[in-house]
């Protein structure tokens, strides 16, 4: 099959031409820097399929650009699909593939780092030691031991964190359309969503991003939170509504943030801006409190992660040529 690789990295060509290579029957890679979006659609001419990352624009438009072109798959090399118009895409008779668990311990690691950074003030320490300045004030965290933390959706990744925050002494509480067994074995105790906001310390996000919640920490829910508790959120940046997170951390109401995903950061993360002047006004300042801490989607960036991710692709690749069905198909039940 021969698959378009859009928005590849040197590290997407590197563990997708080692998987590729392990095949019996290669599939034929072409490797794109540009994003997949309506307008860029037309450099997978000729091609059977689109593989596409977290911020390619797979909506209405580009499906039917891609179904004019004779496209029949899109294959996301990620587990969220919130960037595709599934309605579209099923209507038009494209398939869609994804990678729905490549190492949740990967996410869930990251989760705990970024909280236990911004608990330390570890960012500040860093640059304050390499300066010779290693006086401690306002660097006081305190004991994750003891504290009630909320777990918002547990699936793959919520389920690890579960695990990893009982064996840190807290008491976890969940919230979940699904409860899962395993979340009950890990410790957890599945509460409402008000009471979860209501009673924790931290508030740490693992459900996926679609219309029922886009923006499920707002306005109203960060009142609904304890004084001072942190937010964590490595799952999608359209979770949470960034502007009233300002006013939170402007007032004090909420105590920290610790964030892997923003909701435009569809121009700035996986490129190296530096040499350029910062155009999103909201995420300038964010970057600002001293109590954020940002990472630029790189929780899912492990070793074993991305080799998952390329097998796993791949394998939905060779499905559909032999069966007419990626092995991990996304359907319009998985949207509603
Ligand atoms: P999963 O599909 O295993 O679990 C998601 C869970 O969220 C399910 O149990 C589902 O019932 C629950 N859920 C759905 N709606 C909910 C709601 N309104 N409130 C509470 N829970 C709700 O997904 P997985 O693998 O655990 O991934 C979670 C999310 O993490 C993905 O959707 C993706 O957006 C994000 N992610 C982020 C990565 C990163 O690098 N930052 C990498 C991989 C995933």
């Known amino acids: 099959m021969r698959i378009a690789v859009f928005s590849a990295k040197p590290y997407d060509e590197s563990t997708f031409r080692a998987a590729n290579d392990q ?13 997949l979006d309506a307008g860029t659609a037309v450099l997978a001419q000729d091609f059977d399929a689109v593989c596409a990352f977290v911020n390619d624009d797979i909506g209405a438009e580009t499906v039917a650009a891609l179904d004019d072109l004779g496209v029949g798959l899109v294959l996301m090399r990620c587990a969220g699909f919130n960037n595709v118009d599934v309605g579209a895409a099923t209507q038009a008779g494209l398939s869609i593939g994804r990678v ?7 996410v869930a690691e990251h989760t705990i780092g970024l909280l236990l950074a911004l608990n330390r003030r570890l960012h500040r320490a860093y640059n304050r030691v390499r300066e010779g300045n290693f006086a401690l004030d306002g660097l006081m965290g305190f004991d994750i031991h003891g504290k009630t933390v909320g777990v918002v959706g547990t699936g793959r990744i919520g389920i690890c964190v579960a695990r990893i925050l009982g064996g840190f002494g807290c008491r976890v509480l969940a919230h979940d359309p699904q409860p899962a067994q395993e979340a009950r074995d890990a410790g957890a105790h599945y509460v409402p969503l008000e009471e979860l906001l209501a009673e924790c310390d931290i508030v740490t996000l693992h459900c996926p991003l679609t219309p029922k919640t886009h923006h499920l920490i707002d306005a109203d829910a960060l009142s609904s939170m304890r004084d001072g508790a942190f937010l964590v959120n490595t799952s999608r940046g359209g979770l949470v509504d960034t502007r009233a997170v300002i006013g939170a951390l402007k007032s004090g109401r909420l105590g920290g943030l610790a964030i892997d995903v923003y909701e435009e950061e569809d121009d700035l993360f996986f490129e190296n801006l530096s040499g ?24 899912f960036f492990t070793a074993e992660a991305l080799d998952a991710i390329a097998r796993t692709t791949l394998a939905n690749a060779t499905a559909h040529e032999a069966h007419g069905a990626p092995e991990h198909p996304v359907t319009e039940e998985m949207v509603a």
Do not use: E
């Open 276 to 299: 350029q002047v910062l155009q999103d006004d909201v995420f300038a300042r964010l970057l600002t409190f001293p109590n954020v801490f940002v990472t630029g989607h790189q929780a």
């Open 100 to 106: 729905p668990a490549y190492s949740p311990h990967a």
């Open 23 to 35: 095949l019996d029957k290669p599939h034929d890679l072409q490797f794109l820097a540009t994003p």
